[in-house]
Structure formats: C-alpha cells, structure tokens
C-alpha cells in the first residue's frame, strides 16, 4: 500500500526558506518519479514540479522556476522540495504525489498534504 | 504552457442523476494525455481517469472519460452521493503540466 507523508509545513515570514519533506512507503521508491502539487487557500490546483526517478530530470511549473527546487535522496526514500524568497502567495497546502512512471506522467498516489502560511 | 479551461464552474445536481464535465485545452494535448482527479476538502486528491479514457485501478464504472485534441469530458452516469467533489483536468502531455481550474459538483 502506497503511503505518502509530507513534512515541513509551518508558518514561516515572508522573505525566508522553507524545506519541505515527503517520505515515501509502500512502493519502491527509486523506481518512480515524483511530483510537487499545490493548492492556495479557496484555490485550484496548481502543479509545481516533477521529478525523475534517478533525480536526473527536474522540471518545473514557468511561475515558480528559480525559487523552488525539488530533488529527493532515494537511499532515505525521501522527496524534498527547497522553496526560497517566499511570498505570501506561495500560501497553500503542498502535495507530494508519486507519478505513474519513471516521471513525466500523472501521479496515481497523493499525500495529504502539508500547510505553508507565509505570513509576518 | 497549454492553459486548460473547465465548464461549468460549478454544477448542481440531485443523487441519481447524470454529470458531464468539460475539459477544454488551448492547444492539442499531445497522446491524449490527459487525466481527471476528484479532490474532497482536507482529503488527498484521487486519480479517476488517465490518458482521456481509461479509468484508474478501483474507480467505479459510473465514472467514463472521452475526447481527444483539446476537448475533453468526464462524465458521471448516475451521481452518487460520495460523487459530490470538485474535479480536476489535468494534462500531462507536455511540459510544464497544467490543471484547469476545477469544477464543482455539489448537492441541489
């Protein structure tokens, strides 16, 4: 049974970092890609990032190119995304979601999500 | 950046009866490869369709995907009450992958 659980969340000031942590269960972790979604408060989804299953290919939503970084350590079965310079719109519940493949696809399994509140 | 638009915004429906949702692409979505998810609050969304019309592992068959291009439709047969969602398109033919904005099914 997949599992997935996403770690980091918290409230943190405008301006300052945040990583964010997703450890994986349940599959073998090293043979699948893995995927950053978000939602804002009252929001869509909105897609942020995927990963390959060797960390070779990243790629990430236009918008968010430059202060987000995803990469995972496949000896820990852990996926993180680096989020820097954060604004309040960056606001939202973080999803990892593990892709159906070895990366660019869709994701079949979600976590439940941690909250960032970017707020002073 | 292929920008998908979903219609209704929101839909209003009795148990029993019949959902048809629109998926609309700007440009060609490439392989048909577009996928549905329903999303509950404070839930994980939940991979219905993939690949415009095949279903996922578990899902019922009151759930049917079609289309292909840039014009895509989810439809849900008989609406039950667990049903009541908000759905996601979203596709993953090219990069970067997109979602439109959702559509929500609630109870009239």
């Known amino acids: 049974q997949v599992q997935l659980e996403e770690s980091g969340g918290g409230v943190v000031q405008p301006g300052r970092s945040l990583g964010l942590s997703c450890t994986a269960s349940?599959?073998?972790?090293?043979?699948?890609?893995m995927h950053w979604v978000r939602q804002a408060p009252g929001k869509g989804l909105e897609w942020v990032a995927v990963?390959?299953?060797?960390?070779?290919?990243?790629y990430y939503a236009d918008s968010l190119r430059g202060r987000f970084t995803i990469s995972r350590d496949n000896s820990k079965n852990t996926l993180y995304l680096q989020v820097n310079s954060l604004r309040a719109e960056d606001t939202a519940v973080y999803y990892c979601?593990?892709?159906?493949?070895?990366?660019?696809?869709?994701?079949?399994?979600w976590g439940q999500g941690t909250l960032v509140t970017v707020a002073s | 950046e292929i920008v998908l638009t979903q219609s209704p915004g929101t839909l209003s429906l009795s148990p029993g009866e019949r959902a048809t949702l629109s998926c609309r692409a700007s440009?060609?979505?490439?392989?048909?490869?577009l996928a549905w998810y329903q999303h509950k609050p404070g839930q994980a969304p939940r991979l219905l369709i993939y690949?415009?019309?095949s279903r996922a592992t578990g899902i019922p068959d009151r759930f049917s995907g079609s289309g292909s291009g840039t014009d895509f439709t989810l439809t849900i047969s008989r609406q039950e009450p667990e049903d009541f969602a908000v759905y996601y398109c979203?596709?993953?033919?090219?990069?970067?992958?997109?979602f439109g904005p959702g559509t929500k099914v609630d109870i009239k």
């Open positions: 979601a593990k892709d159906v493949g070895v990366g660019w696809n869709y994701a079949d399994d």
């Open positions: 349940g599959f073998t972790f090293s043979s699948y890609g």
């Open positions: 990963i390959s299953y060797d960390g070779s290919n990243k």
């Open positions: 440009q060609s979505v490439s392989s048909n490869f």
């Open positions: 690949g415009a019309s």
């Open positions: 979203q596709q993953y033919g090219s990069t970067p992958f997109t």
